[in-house]
């Protein structure tokens, strides 16, 4: 599928399984942060929306404006977390290359350094301006 000039309609009906669209103050600054710090591919990149690839995952931002006629905003604070509650996982990323890159993005906030966890992952807690908990993890050589 070319997500640069697939329909909406194709497109949405083409998703399946769990989605996932983040609400965001400004899309394109979030997908640069996205792109810079994760990897992430961006398609179709405007200021009201943007079809995002992670490791073949597709996921979406959208634009506050655009949810207008949405209860979901009425629930949004203007300032601060956003996501409270909620980690996005991208098991693909490495925690120490991502912690390196956050110099460029002086919005965003190291909530937890990276570390090796229990649980098999090395991972760390980066905050983005709109208040996301993005978690990247790589497994740890046994």
Known sequence: MDYETVSAATFGQSLGGLGINLLARDVRRLAAFLQGVFGVEVY??????????????????????????HPLPG??????????????RLYESDPDAAVARLSDYPDAVLLQAPADKPHGLRECVILCENGYAWVPSRRIST
């Open 75 to 88: 629930l949004l604070s203007e300032a601060g977390a956003r996501g409270a509650g909620i980690e996005i």
């Open 44 to 69: 179709r990149l405007s200021g009201d929306f943007a079809i995002l690839r992670y490791y073949g995952q597709v996921f979406q931002l959208h634009a506050d404006h655009t949810f207008a006629a």
